[in-house]
């Protein structure tokens, strides 16, 4: 059975990315459980604390992940393209309070947990490509390191508006990520690799 911590934790994720950590008070978290503020503060002695342990359950508990038990079983085109559709999936109801809020008011917590980010998204990214040069449906003859640190800058600064360089129609969305994501594959994938993709791309 879930522990009354773990669902204030997954209870207070949700409201943090839906709404941002400014907007959020403890009695919203409280109220949304049905317990009382005291009963919460026996857990977390205050939202900053709360804050903190929300983003390591976030690190913890990845949205999308790459060595999942649902995703073992794939190849590594496969298993690239479900995140492409992940990805399409966060673009239809997108949140940037969190984010936001957190680079604002609490810029500490945000860099260590940008830069945990980034090496558990590096090394997704890296078992991926791996995977498929061992499948053959990569190629052997490109640099894993300057590929994957490119998709991380791109991924984990698209929303960041300081650095945002599209406009109207070419803003980030389902087509660009779509053309993003064969852009990238046909750019690693091998002869084999490219005949694969088709099928699904299709």
């Known amino acids: 059975m879930e522990s009354l911590k773990q669902k204030i934790l997954v209870s207070a994720h949700a409201l943090f990315f839906q709404c941002g950590t400014r907007s959020i008070s403890m009695d919203d978290i409280s109220r949304n459980l049905s317990i009382s503020k005291?009963?919460?503060?026996?857990?977390?002695?205050?939202?900053?604390?709360?804050?903190?342990?929300?983003?390591?359950?976030?690190?913890?508990?990845?949205?999308?992940?790459?060595?999942?038990q649902q995703h073992k079983d794939l190849n590594a085109i496969d298993c690239y393209w479900k995140f492409h559709q992940f990805v399409l999936d966060i673009l239809k109801?997108?949140?940037?309070?969190?984010?936001?809020?957190?680079?604002?008011?609490?810029?500490?917590?945000?860099?260590?947990?940008?830069?945990?980010?980034?090496?558990?998204?590096?090394?997704?990214?890296?078992?991926n490509l791996n995977q498929g040069i061992e499948e053959g449906l990569y190629r052997d003859d490109f640099n894993i390191d300057i590929i994957s640190n490119l998709l991380i800058r791109f991924y984990l600064n698209h929303w960041n508006k300081e650095l945002e360089s599209y406009c109207g129609d070419d803003k980030f969305s389902g087509i660009f990520h779509r053309e993003l994501?064969?852009?990238?594959?046909?750019?690693?994938?091998?002869?084999k690799g490219i005949e694969y993709l088709k099928k699904i791309s299709e």
């Open 181 to 191: 994501t064969l852009y990238h594959l046909h750019g690693i994938c091998s002869i």
């Open 38 to 68: 005291k009963t919460l503060y026996q857990y977390f002695k205050n939202k900053n604390e709360l804050i903190e342990h929300v983003l390591e359950w976030d690190l913890n508990n990845p949205r999308f992940d790459f060595q999942s």
């Open 93 to 127: 109801n997108p949140h940037h309070s969190f984010e936001y809020d957190l680079n604002k008011y609490h810029p500490e917590l945000a860099k260590v947990f940008k830069a945990k980010k980034i090496d558990l998204f590096k090394a997704d990214l890296l078992i």
